[in-house]
T-cell receptor, first 112, second 118 residues
Framework: AQSVTQLDSHVSVSEGTPVLLRCNYS??????LFWYVQHPNKGLQLLLK??????LVKGINGFEAEFKKSETSFHLTKPSAHMSDAAEYFC??????????FGTGTSLTVIP | KAGVTQTPRYLIKTRGQQVTLSCSPI?????VSWYQQTPGQGLQFLFE???????NKGNFPGRFSGRQFSNSRSEMNVSTLELGDSALYLC?????????????????FGQGTRLTVV
C-alpha cells in the first residue's frame, strides 16, 4: 500500500523567508512522488515530480524538493516566499497509471 | 491546447436525487481519473478509466459509478444522494496507460464540479 503524510496542516512564513513543507511517504515499491498546489477556486497545478531520475527535483516558481529514501521523505522548499505562494499544497504518491493518493494538504500563509 | 473541462461547475441537488458529472480530457489523453475533495476527508481517489474500461476503484459505495466513452470523455454518477456527498469533484487526465510504470506521467486536473446536497 502507498500513502503520504503531510506533517503540518498549516504553515505561516513571512514574505522573503524560506518555505519548508514536509511530506513523508510510505510505499511498498519505489514510488513516483508529486507536489501539487491549489489556489482558491482554481484547479490543482503540478509543481514538481520525482520519478527516480534525480533525487533533487526542481519545479516551477522556484520550488524544489529532495527525495530521501533513507528518511522516506519528500519535503518541498523554496528559498524566499512570495505573497502569491499562499495556497494549499498537496504531496501526492502514485504507483501506476493515473491513480494518485493525496496527503491531507498544507495550507501556506505568507505574511507581508 | 484546451485543458480538462468539467461541467457543470456548480450543482445543487436534493437528498435522494441522482447526479451526473461530466469530464472532457485533454485531447489525446485516454486516461481519466476522478477524485472527491471534502474538508474532512481531503482528496480521495474515486476511480480510473482507460479506453472505456474501469482500471481501478477507490473505497466508495456502489452509489458512485462512472463510465468512459470512446472519445475518452468520462461521466460519473452518484445515485441516492446523501448530505455527505457534498464535495468538490475533480477529474484528471493524463497520457498514462496500463503499461505506464510507477505513475510517472503528469496528471492535469480540471477546476472541478462543486456539488451541494441539501
Amino acid at each position: 500500500a502507498q500513502s503520504v503524510t503531510q506533517l503540518d496542516s498549516h504553515v505561516s512564513v513571512s514574505e522573503g523567508t524560506p518555505v519548508l513543507l514536509r511530506c513523508n511517504y510510505s510505499s511498498s515499491y519505489s514510488p513516483s512522488l508529486f507536489w501539487y498546489v491549489q489556489h482558491p477556486n482554481k484547479g490543482l497545478q503540478l509543481l514538481l515530480k520525482y520519478t527516480s531520475a534525480a533525487t533533487l527535483v526542481k519545479g516551477i516558481n522556484g520550488f524544489e524538493a529532495e527525495f530521501k529514501k533513507s528518511e522516506t521523505s519528500f519535503h518541498l522548499t523554496k528559498p524566499s516566499a512570495h505573497m502569491s505562494d499562499a495556497a494549499e499544497y498537496f504531496c501526492v504518491v502514485s504507483l501506476t497509471g493515473n491513480q494518485f493518493y493525496f496527503g491531507t494538504g498544507t495550507s501556506l500563509t505568507v505574511i507581508p | 491546447k484546451a485543458g480538462v473541462t468539467q461541467t457543470p461547475r456548480y450543482l445543487i441537488k436534493t437528498r435522494g436525487q441522482q447526479v451526473t458529472l461530466s469530464c472532457s480530457p485533454i485531447s489525446g489523453h485516454r486516461s481519466v481519473s476522478w477524485y472527491q475533495q471534502t474538508p474532512g476527508q481531503g482528496l480521495q481517489f474515486l476511480f480510473e478509466y482507460f479506453s472505456e474500461t474501469q482500471r481501478n476503484k477507490g473505497n466508495f459505495p456502489g452509489r458512485f459509478s462512472g463510465r468512459q466513452f470512446s472519445n475518452s470523455r468520462s461521466e460519473m454518477n452518484v445515485s441516492t444522494l446523501e448530505l455527505g456527498d457534498s464535495a468538490l469533484y475533480l477529474c484528471a487526465s493524463s497520457l498514462a496507460s496500463p503499461r505506464t510504470l510507477r505513475g510517472n506521467t503528469e496528471a492535469f486536473f480540471g477546476q472541478g464540479t462543486r456539488l451541494t446536497v441539501v
